[in-house]
């Protein structure tokens, strides 16, 4: 897909989509979280940016496209095509080690290490993330589900705090 | 999109015949959209926040999930029917869910207690969906398996807190699982399309998918001091994957399609 674009068309549009932020978790782009998966540019310059949503009901998906399809029209294109794949399925890993220091700084803990393959072990607790506030890992996970669906709810005894997780998938 | 070059090739013979691939695909979707439905209803009325929330998220996930597979479901019918047509404009009759997930969500013991069994079933299922040899479904069923990974461990600890719990919650548990077993058989019944489908690498054989399905279920329930009926249930309620529902279908159906027929075509 990429080998025929021109390569300059590309990257302009690469930088264009790096300036645009996910609604729910503004401090990334929605590059760094992984959900651009591809652009592409033809001859006549309809650009085609491929997508993976984070979780199947992320109700942020159309705001996104919105948003794509707004910061690609001031740069000039308005023959946007946005396609949406699943496979391969979005996962936290995809989040590079500078987005995480971002995440952090925001007050949101990083995703651990998404495990893959085996087969659910049921009911196993999952260890809680470090503080984002004050490292401590004297905290606990309150609740798998925070405020959007990509968020679990954490408590650290240390600073005594409530802070959020980046769940990891 | 055209429909799968697997479907026509499983069942031969008149262009009437259901297309299994078709069918399949409406059964993963309606168990998603009706279930995602009965946990809305517990939206500001969940007895505290953090599960209010949560449970607004899993029915968030299982809307994401039926909007999948029913968006396939309409390319591989080819009849110009999407999502939003299969979900708001049909019937109870041809709605394709099990009787499980359209019983009305009842108390909290019963709604969790639910989610629990079909949670479980959600996750081998889609485990098992995920190496199909349909591409597209492989795929849907890969990215449903993550979200059905922490959807069982939601209600998993919730059915160890109540059943472990006081007596009143125990007592609560214990009867919806006594009254939900009997729903649970139609999960792991195989009909014509799933055999088609099995035949054709497409879907697991369900059958098979019961005993390991229902080690999991023991072990949680083991150790949140329940018990689950022993035998096979008596009397076994199935019907829902061929269109025989339960009245409380008709009821959620008519709440969730009433704006969608009133306003045809309306945008917001
Ligand atoms: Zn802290």
């Known amino acids: 897909m990429v080998a025929g674009s021109p390569p300059v068309g590309r990257d302009e549009l690469l930088a264009v989509l790096d300036e645009v932020m996910d609604p729910e978790v503004p401090v990334l782009s929605i590059r760094e979280l992984g959900i651009v998966r591809d652009v592409d540019v033809d001859a006549a310059g309809a650009v085609t940016v491929t997508v993976t949503p984070t979780y199947s009901g992320c109700p942020a998906i159309q705001v996104i496209e919105e948003d794509i399809r707004a910061a690609l029209a001031a740069a000039g294109h308005t023959d946007v095509r946005i396609r949406t794949v699943y496979a391969p399925a979005w996962t936290s890993d995809w989040i590079s080690p500078a987005a995480r220091m971002k995440l952090k700084a925001y007050g949101i803990a990083p995703p651990a290490r998404a495990e893959h393959g085996a087969l659910v072990q049921l009911m196993r607790r999952r260890l809680a993330p470090a503080c984002p506030y004050c490292e401590s890992r004297d905290t606990e996970v309150r609740s798998e589900f925070g405020s959007t669906a990509c968020k679990a709810v954490c408590w650290c005894r240390g600073c005594r705090q409530p802070f959020e997780e980046f769940k990891s998938i | ?268």
């Open chain 2, 1 to 268: 999109m055209t429909a799968s070059p697997l479907a026509p090739s499983v069942v031969p013979g008149p262009s009437a015949a259901p297309n299994p691939l078709f069918e399949l695909l409406l059964r993963l979707g309606d168990d998603r959209l009706v279930l995602g439905h009965r946990l809305s209803e517990w939206c500001g009325h969940a007895p505290i926040l953090e599960e209010d929330i949560a449970l607004a998220n899993v029915a968030l996930d299982l809307l994401g999930q039926a909007t999948m597979f029913l968006r396939l479901a309409g390319e591989v019918e080819g009849q110009g029917r999407n999502e939003d047509a299969l979900a708001y404009f049909r019937e109870a009759v041809d709605f394709r869910n099990c009787q499980l997930v359209e019983l009305p969500k009842g108390d909290f013991a019963f709604t969790i207690a639910r989610q629990f069994l079909f949670d479980v079933y959600a996750v081998i299922l889609l485990d098992a969906l995920s190496s199909s040899k349909h591409g597209e479904l492989a795929a849907i069923a890969a990215k449903a398996l993550k979200e059905a990974k922490y959807h069982v461990r939601h209600s998993g600890e919730w059915v160890l807190k109540l059943g472990d719990g006081t007596e009143e919650s125990h007592r609560r548990v214990q009867r919806a699982l006594d009254d939900l077993w009997r729903f649970t058989g139609e999960l792991f019944a195989a009909d014509a399309i799933d055999r088609a489908m099995q035949e054709a690498g497409v879907g697991p054989d369900l059958p098979a998918l019961r005993a390991q399905w229902e080690t999991l279920v023991r072990d949680v329930v083991d150790r949140a001091t329940l018990t689950l009926p022993l035998q096979a249930p008596v009397l076994t309620m199935r019907g829902g994957r061929s269109g025989a529902h339960t009245e409380a279908l008709g009821h959620l159906l008519a709440e969730m399609q009433i704006v969608a027929r009133s306003h045809p075509g309306a945008t917001w």
